[in-house]
């Protein structure tokens, strides 16, 4: 059974502070990440992949994988109150086309 | 370029009626996702189209639920003799494939069932 693991949350932080999400996986074989943000009452969307180790940056966000500890993050920041959201890992072997997500992380930026 | 597109967007029944849900991908999307999400639940894969190869239903909840993909793009989701538990929001999504590996899902605006 392939695991995806998120801290439900709700985690909070000031407007401007830097916000980390935490994700880990079960499956060692996994090979493809990704992060999505969910706003209420509205569908996922893709913020960013991530395939090899170490750290992406795509504008105030960045994603980091260690495929040795099983973990991949995404560290959002000078958060702003609109990034308040919830955030989804998904995680993907190799040989499956089908992602894992996780539960999901609420972030609550406050002003 | 234009995204995943799902129809209805809000669909309310009554118990025992048969329910179809649209979505259309991506162009040249050849991958295709269905899930369902439960008001405050994570997300439930249902089932997955690849071209032309044998849909993955390994996810599909009860004999109730079928999909089809019609000439690889459009697919719709069948929901027969539907219960209030069916109530949620169904979401497709779509992705390329390139090397045997499928990339980012993008998915469409979902569409909301509403069982009375």
């Known amino acids: 059974q392939k695991e995806v693991e998120q801290n439900s949350g709700p985690l909070s932080v000031p407007e401007g502070a830097i916000a980390s999400l935490n994700c880990t996986y079960s499956?060692?074989?996994?090979?493809?990440f990704f992060w999505y943000r969910q706003y209420s009452g509205k569908s996922p969307e893709l913020i960013m992949s991530?395939?090899?180790?170490g750290d992406k940056e795509d504008g105030r966000f960045t994603a980091q994988l260690n495929k040795a500890s099983q973990y991949v993050s995404l560290l959002i920041r000078d958060s702003q109150p609109s990034d308040s959201a919830t955030y989804l890992c998904?995680?993907?072997?190799?040989?499956?086309?089908?992602?894992?997500f996780g539960r999901g992380t609420s972030l609550i930026v406050h002003p | 370029g234009a995204g995943v597109s799902q129809s209805p967007s809000n669909k309310v029944t009554e118990k025992g009626k048969d329910v179809e849900l649209r979505c259309d991908p991506i162009?040249?999307?050849?991958?295709l996702y269905w899930y369902r999400q439960s008001l405050g639940q994570g997300l439930e894969f249902l089932i997955y189209?690849?071209?032309?190869?044998?849909?993955?239903k390994s996810g599909l909840p009860s004999d109730r639920f079928s999909a089809e993909r019609t000439g690889g793009s459009v697919s719709t989701l069948t929901i027969q003799r539907t219960q209030q538990e069916d109530s949620a929001v169904y979401l497709c999504?779509?992705?390329?494939?390139?090397?045997?590996?499928?990339?980012?899902?993008?998915f469409g605006p979902g569409t909301r069932l509403t069982v009375t």
């Open positions: 998904a995680v993907k072997s190799g040989g499956s086309y089908i992602p894992t």
């Open positions: 991530i395939y090899s180790n």
């Open positions: 189209f690849q071209g032309n190869s044998a849909p993955d």
């Open positions: 499956d060692r074989g996994s090979q493809s």
């Open positions: 999504a779509s992705s390329r494939l390139h090397g045997g590996t499928s990339y980012e899902q993008y």
């Open positions: 162009s040249g999307h050849t991958a």
